[in-house]
């Protein structure tokens, strides 16, 4: 199976691109690829074996769901792996180049939709994340 990647580059300091990634109270503020989408409550348990969950939920209240995984290894502000809850793997990579920190996430694709939308999706939700690091 070929994994899915997508990446941009944030233009903050490392420690800054780490926290917001990984703190709930960050989290919630850029977790979600569109604007009738959003993100309302977000648990982190940032240790090998803890698990993080973030409720994504449509701004209409039609839909929710909790998105999961557990965390198998951490190098702190540099990679992240982690076991989706579908058992799907996913890293999360934190570089810091001369142009800023490039984060760069590959994930295996769940087979319900077509791996365009997936990886637009996701390249959504990371330029998200990259507006509000920006930012804050």
């Not at 800054?16 to 703190?23: D, F, G």
């Not at 965390?71 to 579908?86: A, H, P, V």
Request: negative net charge; aromatic residues 12%; hydrophobic residues 35%.
């Amino acid at each position: 199976m070929t994994q899915i990647t997508v990446q941009t580059i944030i233009q903050a300091p490392l420690p800054k691109v780490w926290q917001c990634w990984t703190q709930n109270e960050h989290v919630v503020h850029w977790n979600f690829a569109s604007s009738d989408w959003y993100c309302p409550k977000a648990e982190n348990n940032l240790l090998v074996g803890g698990e993080f969950h973030y409720t994504m939920a449509a701004r209409d209240n039609t839909m929710s769901f909790d998105f999961w995984g557990t965390y198998t290894q951490i190098e702190n502000e540099k990679r992240i792996e982690i076991l989706l809850g579908d058992s799907r793997k996913m890293t999360v990579l934190f570089e810091l180049t001369p142009s800023g920190v490039l984060v760069t996430e590959h994930f295996d694709p769940e087979d319900q939709n077509p791996t365009e939308l997936q990886q637009t999706g996701w390249q959504m939700i990371l330029d998200n994340f990259k507006n509000y690091t920006e930012r804050s």
